[in-house]
């Protein structure tokens, strides 16, 4: 191998090896603002915080992160990686409607009880971090998916079926698993069923 061969080898290495290192501290950067979301909430998160967690200096963390908006983009982006939300396309299959809301509501309460630390700061403290605003966009406009995903093929119309819509979003969001499971200690179960038989009549 002639010295220019070695030498063009030798910077292609130092290149992809330097690439490395730097996604490997953008995610750690990531992971140890992700943790402090879940421990002490956005609000209290601050860049010397993220910093010393993760093991680098402030200006380490504004070079891959300029702005709140990057930082919490990524932190967004990460953490539902780690913490996939159902599918809705899944309870297509479910033909039966009631049946479906129940496939659903065991989805999302299961997934309420693992993701809840995260899910309460998030939504705690979005009223008073701007940058937190588009994920939690993104977040309630799966749930409004999600609702549509479970009224599909329901036999209202009119002012009932916009009834039976309002009564499955009530349903399946956060708030209503928190309130009947954390507040008013009823089981899994047991909220699903009393959301079942909300849905039912409306």
Request: net charge neutral; with cysteine.
């Amino acid at each position: 191998m002639s010295d220019q061969t070695q030498s063009t080898h030798t910077r292609t290495y130092r290149k992809r090896r330097r690439a490395e290192l730097e996604d490997e501290t953008r995610l750690r950067i990531t992971e140890a603002a992700v943790d402090l979301h879940g421990s002490v909430g956005p609000a209290r998160t601050t860049v010397s915080a993220v910093a010393d967690r993760a093991g680098v200096q402030r200006a380490t963390v504004y070079r891959h992160f300029p702005d709140e908006d990057a930082l919490f983009a990524a932190c967004s982006s990460h953490w539902l990686a780690q913490n996939p939300l159902p599918d809705p396309a899944a309870w297509a299959a479910v033909e039966d409607p009631d049946e479906r809301l129940r496939v659903a509501l065991r989805d999302l309460y299961a997934w309420f009880d693992r993701t809840e630390y995260m899910i309460e700061r998030t939504t705690r403290d979005v009223a008073v971090v701007p940058a937190m605003q588009p994920p939690m966009d993104a977040f309630a406009g799966y749930f409004e998916a999600a609702a549509d995903a479970i009224v599909r093929g329901r036999p209202e119309r009119g002012a009932r079926r916009q009834r039976d819509r309002a009564a499955v979003g009530h349903a399946i969001s956060f708030e209503t698993w928190r309130s009947l499971v954390r507040h008013q200690g009823l089981s899994a179960e047991q909220a699903i069923a009393l959301m079942a038989d909300l849905v039912a009549p409306a």
